[in-house]
């Protein structure tokens, strides 16, 4: 055990960790040992002997009254006064006296099974460590480098030393990726597995369009637009609502960008996924109007706006339905998962004035009439 602090800092500088926190992994390990070797029913401390950097097993007795029944009970952790005067008169009740307990006096198996507890607490260390980082990284994007790529594709990234996880489930229908290739991912779910921390990485959350949008957006990555909500069809389409918390800072120009140079950009990064950006607003009404867009919508009107149910209905022109549903329904479906309310859409078909329609008729009868005419003339010839 000679110079221990010495191969303390030398493990903490290769695992990465604060030499304070093997110190305290040492310390546990020794007394848990100590406990085995020498007794469980002692009190053991261990100190620091910094001059000579090494460590030293103390056994702690505590001096008590001559009628306190533990110097009978616990004899090995207490001692009356009267007895420890016997050894020094500079004692008071409440002291503690201490005995030094040899370190070379562990058998082998012992001092084995010092070192083989002190390699599980440190790793077990590292990944509490590890864990409680990367349970601060929920939901924020990180980066990694593809290591693997199983039967089921689900693709292994490695990240900090972890081997994190993207299931097929969460990656955008139809990218690909290969070995060495560096991704960019939400972390979604953390937590211990028998084979150490598992990490599940996602690229399907509408976490991820938010976190791309802050990268390519300074205004919304300093807080003057706000990205108030996403929704997404991964690979497909999204729809972000926006607002600035500045009057001269157009939030949708801001962040679709010159020439759609900003939106394009997050476009890519999610395998070209269009991006459509409205703004947000506190009514209803409006927001819902407006997340429909492109279609042009004539009334909205609230059925119901409580926490269980979110119910609107929409007026519509026949020739806005189409855009309002948009191909396979894409449309609709954002709209409601952006707003929250179930939108059921009322068609309004478009009446034709009166003039159109005796236009239309007196035309008709035109047509007739030439008809008869020309059946005539077939006779008369």
Known sequence: MEKIVDIIELIACEKGLEPQVVSQVVKDTIIKVAKKQFGEELNYIVEEDEKNRTFKLIHSVIVCGDDDERATNEPQNFITLSHAK???NDVNIG????HEISLENMSRNAVNMLFLDLEFHIQRTIENQLFAQFKEMLGKLVSGQVIAIDEQENTYVEIQDIRAVLPLKNRIKGEKFK?????????????????GIYVELS??????LE???EQEVPEIKDG????QKCARIPGDRAKVALYSTSPRIDPIGSSVGTKGVRINAVSRRLNGENIDCIEYSAIPEIFISKALAPAQIIAVKILSNTEEEKKAQVSIMSDQKSKAIGKNGVNIRLACMLTGFEIELVEIIKEKPAEEDNQENSEN??????GIDALESLFKA
């Open 86 to 88: 016997e050894a020094s």
């Open 95 to 98: 002291d503690e006296i201490h």
């Open 179 to 195: 070995v060495n290739d560096t991704i960019s991912c939400i972390v979604k779910h953390v937590r211990f597995h028998r084979d």
């Open 203 to 208: 690229r399907t959350t509408p976490k991820m």
């Open 211 to 213: 976190a791309l949008l």
């Open 224 to 227: 003057e637009v706000i990205v």
């Open 365 to 370: 009868t035109k047509e007739t009439k030439v």
